[in-house]
């Protein structure tokens, strides 16, 4: 029973799947091509094995992406069209009616897709993290990771369900303006919890010892116009040897958080450089801006599946018979992204332009050097690739290539 709803869906998932194929496929090919010598901008700063390293390990985790990406499609396959859904339909509506119906109905797609996700997060993390010496995770960290956001997920995911379904079902044909408030006020919410209740779940916070990197953060902090917020280091070191920095909240939960292993691996000025382009975000408030763009878009879309929810083409064309508020909310949030695909290069163009503007500020406010040379020891230690293909960056890097960025710096 494909209607042309199906045929149109079955048509933009393929274009996505191959869009995605070939594009993985110029990266892999392009970072090849550049792995015999060290682009000539990096010649005096990165040494060969370790731009060899950043090779392999692009490329690897590109090739494995062709897995998941082949994975991701058969699950949306075999929920939709495949009747996986009007199965888990079938059984929890023998067995459950009203809201329970539809609360057991989404965990039940949410554990399967987990399910199946799971070996691969495990190879990822245990074998190929491992093979480039990136993991300091163990398998026991892994699981007590697995279990408390498996927890964390059903303590916030439930009562947050049940509410979107209730609103769904009683507030008549603008639920999904409701349903609008309630999700934006939701995640105002978890913003301002997530540094203080969420995170230290999973890692240790301390506050920062150091005197004289404190003193120095303390001058920028005041340089910048920002009034004194907690500065903490994080046991970053605990899963991973990535290093980063990162500052979050709003107002007085503001709390600034440097990675051990940056800390580890970064002198000072550095570290000061690193902070100064994090307060350019802020200053330039990217944050808020993209929290608006996305309560623009979700109202958007809220507004479309409350068109859908009507649709029996909506839902039949997807595979499904039956036609509820959990199947319709489920089939939406499971085709939409095949469609919102072609957003990600216009998201990452936004977020580049960020960068570029975060860069700047640091270089004013800092040191443009300090920031190269920062920046210069992040891709190293993170393996992150000096060559990739313009078109698969151009597509899905949130982050400029490191060329373009410190041609950008260094020209002042
Ligand atoms: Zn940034």
Redesign the pocket.
Known sequence: MLNPFSLAFLAALLAMFILRLWLAQRQISHVIAHRATVPASFADRIELAAHQKAADYTVRRTRFGRIDLAVEVALLLALTLGGGLQVLHDFWSQRLDGLPYGVALIFSVLAISAIIDLPRALYRQFVIEEEFAFNRMTPRLFLADLLKQAALGLAIGTPVLLAVLWLMERMGSLWWLYVWLFWCVFNLLILFLYPTWIAPLFNKFVALDDAPLKARVEALLSRCGFSSSGLFVMDGSKRSSHGNAYFTGFGKSKRIVFFDTLLGRLQPLEVEAVLA??LG?FKHRHVIKRIAMLFALSLGFLALLGQLIDASWFFNGLGVETQNTALGLLLFFLAAPVFTFLLTPLLSLLSRR??FE?DRYAADKASASDLVAALVKLYEDNAATLTPDPLHSLFYDS?PPAALRIARLQQG
Request: aromatic share 0%.
């Open positions: 382009h994090e975000h960020d960068e975060a982050h």
